[in-house]
């Protein structure tokens, strides 16, 4: 059989599983083959793919790595590392668009939690990010916004900086989020004085602070839930 017959063949019958079963029963390598044929017409991408889970571990690694790393792996070329990314922070505004913001977050809070852990959970460098909302808890338009970058470990936040930013947007309340690239969510004691902070300065200008979140690969660790906050704002009729 002509080789380019055989892997086109090979290609639809992934198709045709995905169509009808999504990935349930696919390998992890024929997940990635799969979307490799997407952006490599005409070529048999089964040893790519593994190559790349043998490169970089896992599928959530390949689609955590840098592009250029990415496109250093023997086939991969430019437009498939730029595709992986492109289709990361489309999952991301995806998940952000499915955040309320008619109604109370607290009722939905488990997509903003998988909205950050798939926004900040692969980074390399620690940065802080905030939600802003409105009276009714939903969120802003456009209201997740990233206050401070750094090198791990060495973001810097400050209340007032973020108490400005909220009355700036006319925010009614807000959650504050960042990462551990350690692997660990476990706050420090940097980040209990910083939560602690927040919380005072927010209570002094009557603005709800609903939550920290500390994301980290795998994990997320809530202030709130854990119950190192005062106890969670009820909604504004």
Known sequence: ????????????????????????????????????????????????????LCEFGSIREI???????????K???????????????FSELYLKETIPRDSSIIDNYERLENFWRLRLG?????VFEIALLNAQLGLLKDGVVRLEEGVANRT???????????????????????NHPSGSPTPSDNDCTLTNRIEKAAESLEIAFVDHVIVARDKI?????????????????
Request: charge should be positive.
């Open 75 to 89: 086939g991969m070329g430019h437009v498939a590392p730029i595709a992986i990314k492109i289709i990361k922070n």
């Open 1 to 52: 059989m002509d080789s380019a017959k055989s892997h086109e063949g090979h290609r639809e019958r992934l198709r045709k599983r995905f169509e009808k079963v999504g990935f349930t029963g696919f390998a992890e390598h024929e997940i990635v083959e799969l979307f490799l044929t997407l952006c490599l017409p005409r070529k048999d991408v089964k040893p790519l793919a593994k190559a790349l």
């Open 221 to 237: 660790f809530s202030f709130r839930k854990e119950r190192l906050i005062g106890n969670p704002p009820h909604t504004k009729k």
């Open 63 to 73: 689609f955590d790595a840098d592009p250029q790393k990415l496109s250093q792996v």
């Open 156 to 178: 810097n936040a400050y209340p007032r900086k973020i108490m400005e930013y909220i009355l700036r947007n006319h925010a009614s309340a807000f959650i504050v989020a960042h």
């Open 122 to 126: 692969g980074l390399k460098n620690e």
